[in-house]
């Protein structure tokens, strides 16, 4: 499953962005000493940055530079091949992760991360999915998309060290997720237990910049309300980190809301437009800068950056986004 | 030399069992420390204890212009570490004075760069490294007041406003005093008895408000019983010394000691009003407007009235010796409006109000053991009960303008 798709170079670290932060809608977090400001009305003309401005290094946010592209740049799609396996392997574990910086949480897992591994398969594949609970609750993957009622994670409970394999043909194509259907279902999911499933349709989409997000959130005091949120697991992960693309081809974002508690979650994406298809199964797209989407909604986003240089996205729930729901692209020639 | 040698086996009989009582402490200390030693696997006999909660104590929350200043205490048996701070539910940079992790009852200021909305309220929340998040409200965001000589003089102003006038102005009803019959005079003793009650009460309910509020590991009640226990104890004994130096008559106390007495008990009480009003303009919670200082200074007459009662028998009383007692019962009203003003702790607050609780209820019984032997028809007259049952009817009523 080796990353395929681009030349581009996102493994560089982002330094000296600091003058675009003073046009960031977040500046009052970057550098809200209000004493400082008061002096540099008197003095100079720019206020001091020198408190952690929210992008780039000094952003409060857990990870290294590639801790999560394996689950920020799926798999390659393949070519339609009939008769095609797909095979798959998750495996349930309970994990301490640190989803905001120094804040760790006792989370549900498929294969150590939350969200768990990206799915891919092309449509009528078939996909055989080995499910191993090696976790200390009973467990299922229930998956979206058209399947057997057998095959479908709700009644075949998987308990602590079994196993269980699903097997059904990819349909139909989109952006899908799954998650685990054991009861209590809000616990289960909120812990971890949940990932994007994609399903390229026959006829390959246009070459493009592939990106996953899976919208989430964890309520690490068990209030009933989410203390960070973010795409792909840490707070703010992809400020401190940014997401270096090309502009001369199309980003196109695998889009998934899997957040518990909220009603809802969005994207909203800074200095452009992008054509948005609900779910991805369909050649309907709307042209928007923000999309809003309900728990288990999702689809399919499409850029062609018009221009160069640090593109904020966020969710355009303001508290969310202040929670750690917020990143940049680095757009560049 | 029989009886001798008799009385030197007894005295080392007496000296053995008196080292006996060593034995009990050795044995515990022993006990204790197999216990420790068996890391604590007896009691997983009955079960695992569940995990800390590992919330954190917000102590106060400072606003100075552009920066929130955080204190936060770790109550915990185990060490707690400072991972994330929020500002009305957004994680914002912060600045720690010292170390994230903190060791049990140890503190730490988070300075948060903010721009903070006057008059508006405001959460901070601190997010352990276990994810809890404890949270700390203002009520409505003011600058706190800094250490400025301006503030110093403002707050000595305060004190002196609701404390010292209104007792002085208390004591200007001696003369009339001095005039009034056995029977009266006895009703306004019973009076400063009634309003003494009505304060310790009162002391003791804000003791035990507080204390509810702190850490369990502070100990609440405990530290409120240690309060009340020590001033009442301590006061009882400068009674004690106050009757035998000759003021009072078999051991009752009158006249000028009684005063003084009475004085010292407005006054430890007079400390604790002046520490909540302080703390709370401090910490934004009280608009200390005209009206509330106004309702302290009608509260606090009836003090003065209280501590000229026991004097109204004895002639020539100085203006000095006035001023003096009007001093002891007012100035710590100042004094506390400074502590409460600038260096807020719990733990104090409760302090105060317990000591002032005990102070309180030592001197009602002082005044009433002086009332049953001075009153015309002791304590059951009813000019002994209508003045008791009308000091804690004024507290009360002039308690509703400050309420």
Same mark, same amino acid.
Not at chain 2, 126 to 143: E, F, L, N, P, R
């Given at each position: ?15 000296? +962005?600091?003058?675009?932060?003073? +046009? ?21 003309? =720019? ?46 574990? !309970? ?11 006792? #989370? ?23 499910? +191993? ?62 990932? +994007?499933?994609?399903? !390229? ?28 949120? #973010? ?20 980003? =196109? ?61 966020? #969710? ?18 | ?22 034995? &009990? ?64 539910? @957004? ?48 009520? /409505?965001?003011?600058? %706190?007041?800094? &250490? ?26 001696? &003369?009339?005093? $001095? ?6 005079? @006895? ?57 035998? /130096? *000759? ?6 106390? *009158? ?7 009475? /004085?010292? *008990? ?9 520490? @909540? ?24 007459? %009836? ?5 000229? @009662?026991?004097?109204?028998? $004895? ?17 710590? %009203? ?55 049952? /009308? ?11 400050? *309420?």
């Amino acid at each position: 499953m080796s990353n395929s798709r681009t030349g581009v170079t996102r493994r560089q670290l982002l330094v000296g +962005a600091a003058p675009v932060v003073a +046009a960031a809608p977040f500046a009052g977090l970057a550098f809200a000493n209000g004493r400082e400001r008061e002096a540099s009305h008197r003095g100079h003309d =720019r206020p001091h940055a020198g408190h952690a401005a929210m992008i780039g290094p000094e952003v409060p946010a857990p990870g290294g530079p590639h801790d999560l592209d394996a689950l920020t740049y799926p798999p390659a799609a393949l070519p339609y091949e009939p008769g095609r396996i797909r095979e798959y392997s998750l495996v349930a574990q !309970d994990v301490d992760v640190e989803v905001a910086l120094g804040v760790t949480y006792p #989370a549900w897992t498929y294969n150590g991360t939350a969200p768990g591994p990206v799915i891919r398969a092309t449509e009528d594949d078939l996909l055989r999915v080995r499910f +191993a609970n090696g976790g200390s609750h009973p467990h299922t993957i229930h998956f979206h998309g058209i399947h057997p009622a057998n095959m479908d994670g709700v009644f075949e409970i998987v308990n602590p060290g079994e196993e269980f394999t699903y097997e059904f043909p990819a349909r139909p194509y989109g952006m899908h997720l799954y998650h685990c259907h054991a009861t209590p279902l809000k616990k289960h999911i909120h812990k971890g237990l949940y990932g +994007a499933f994609i399903i !390229d349709p026959r006829e390959p989409r246009p070459p493009a910049q592939e990106l996953v997000m899976v919208m989430n959130g964890f309520d690490t005091d068990g209030d009933g309300e989410n203390n960070f949120y #973010a795409v792909n697991g840490p707070a703010f992960y992809y400020a401190k980190h940014p997401l270096r693309v090309s502009r001369s081809q199309t980003v =196109r974002i695998y889009l998934a809301n899997l957040t518990e508690f909220d009603l809802i979650n969005s994207f909203h994406l800074h200095g452009d437009f992008f054509r948005y298809y609900p779910t991805g199964s369909t050649d309907h797209f709307e042209y928007t800068d923000t999309v809003m989407l309900c728990q288990g909604e999702r689809g399919v986003i499409e850029i062609d950056f018009a221009n160069t240089g640090l593109f904020m996205f966020h #969710a355009h729930q303001s508290e969310f986004a202040e929670l750690g729901w917020m990143g940049f692209f680095d757009v560049q020639d | 030399m029989e009886s001798g040698s008799l009385a030197e086996r007894s005295r080392a009989v007496t000296m053995r069992w008196r080292l006996w009582a060593l034995v &009990p402490i050795l044995l515990l200390v022993g006990t204790v420390s197999l216990f420790a030693a068996s890391g604590g696997s007896l009691l997983d006999l009955v079960g695992r204890s569940p995990p800390p909660a590992d919330e954190f104590d917000i102590r106060r929350i400072e606003l100075e212009p552009g920066e929130i200043r955080i204190r936060v205490t770790n109550p915990q048996r185990e060490d707690l570490t400072i991972a994330t701070v929020t500002v009305d539910d @957004a994680i914002v940079p912060y600045e720690l004075d010292g170390s994230a992790t903190l060791e049990r009852l140890r503190s730490a200021t988070v300075v948060v760069p903010y721009d903070w909305v006057e008059d508006e309220p405001l959460s901070v929340g601190i997010t352990s490294s276990t994810g809890i998040q404890t949270t700390g409200d203002v009520a /409505a965001a003011v600058a %706190t007041p800094g &250490p400025t000589a301006e503030g110093f003089l403002g707050y000595a102003l305060i004190g002196f406003m609701v404390g010292v006038l209104p007792v002085a102005l208390g004591l200007l009803w001696l &003369p009339s005093l $001095r005039r009034a019959a056995p029977d009266w005079l @006895a009703a306004f003793m019973a009076l400063t008895g009634g309003l003494l009650t009505f304060l310790a009460l009162d002391a003791l309910a804000e003791a035990l408000e507080l204390q509810a509020a702190l850490p369990g590991a502070l100990g609440g009640t405990g530290l409120v019983l240690l309060g009340v226990g020590a001033s009442y104890l301590g006061l009882t004994f400068v009674s004690q010394r106050f009757a035998t /130096a *000759g003021a009072g008559r078999g051991g009752v106390l *009158g006249g000028l000691a009684l005063a003084t007495l009475v /004085a010292i *008990g407005i006054g430890l009480h007079n400390l604790g009003e002046g520490l @909540a009003i302080g703390t709370s303009f401090a910490l934004g919670e009280l608009t200390l407007g005209t009206f509330l200082i106004i309702g302290f200074m009608v509260h606090n007459v %009836t003090e003065g009235l209280g501590i000229a @009662a026991p004097v109204a028998e $004895r002639r020539g009383i100085g203006v000095g010796r006035l001023a003096l007692l009007a001093l002891v019962a007012g100035a710590p %009203t100042i004094f506390g409006a400074w502590i409460g003003g600038y260096v807020t702790n719990d733990v104090l607050a409760v302090l105060f109000f317990a000591v002032a609780a005990g102070a309180a209820l030592q001197v009602v019984v002082e005044v009433g053991r002086y009332v049953a032997r001075r009153a015309p028809g002791g304590l059951t007259s009813g000019y002994v009960v209508g003045g008791f049952l /009308a000091g804690i009817a004024i507290m009360y009523l002039t308690g509703l303008l400050v *309420g």
